[in-house]
Each structure stands twice: as structure tokens, then as C-alpha cells.
């Protein structure tokens, strides 16, 4: 199971790393998935990513305190508002316009509705 955990690991990073650079390509869930393998195959991996500059802040906020930045949210909401324009555009489905405004908004209430960090 560790050996399964950190090719997990390692897939959930890669796949982070190039959402970083691809738009529609979410970063911080793969991040969080790969944070979870290696905190089961190979603590110390996991460390490293808690111990990052760019990503272990949030990863480390979400660990102890469930907390999303207020950036990360407007971000996060605004590339789910875009997202959803372009949907819209690109298609002329009715059902898919509604089950993705369900989706989508589901999406969007539950990072709303997560804390803030504490200071």
C-alpha cells in the first residue's frame, strides 16, 4: 500500500505541477491528494511539500485549521464564473448549462463557505 501511496504521490504532484501552467487544470487539489499519499507512503515528501514557499502556506492552512485564503476564494470563484461564461458560450445545451450552474455553484458555495485563516 506505501508503494501504491507514493506513485499516487508523485502522479497527484505532477498533475499539480502542470496545472500550474494549464488553465482549466486545478493545482491545489492534486496538491492536497498528494500531500495525503506521502503523509502515508513517505512522511518526509510530505514535509517537503508543507515546507514549499508557494504551496506549503495554504497546504498548511487547510491541514490545521480547514481554512482557505480569501485570495485563494476569489480566485478560485472567479475562474469558476469564467469557466462556467465559456461553457455557455461553447454550447447550446440547456441540461448542460443547468447541471453545470449545479455543479459549478455546489463548487463555489462550498469554498464560500470555508474559514479564513487565523493569524
Known amino acids: ?38 503523509a502515508r507512503s513517505n512522511p518526509a515528501l510530505a514535509d517537503r511539500l508543507y515546507g514549499h514557499p508557494c504551496f506549503g502556506p495554504a497546504l498548511s492552512q487547510w491541514r490545521d485549521q480547514g481554512a482557505i485564503s480569501v485570495r485563494a476564494k476569489s480566485y478560485a470563484v472567479a475562474a469558476l464564473g469564467l469557466s462556467y461564461a465559456f461553457c455557455l458560450w461553447l454550447t447550446r445545451s440547456g441540461i448542460l448549462a443547468v447541471a453545470l450552474a449545479f455543479v459549478m455553484g455546489g463548487v463555489a458555495l462550498y469554498l464560500l463557505t470555508r474559514p479564513s485563516p487565523r493569524e
Open 1 to 38: 500500500m506505501r508503494r501504491l501511496h507514493l506513485c499516487l504521490g508523485y502522479l497527484s504532484v505532477s498533475l499539480g505541477a502542470l496545472g500550474v501552467v494549464l488553465p482549466l487544470l486545478p493545482t491545489t487539489p492534486f496538491l492536497l491528494l498528494a500531500v495525503w499519499c506521502f
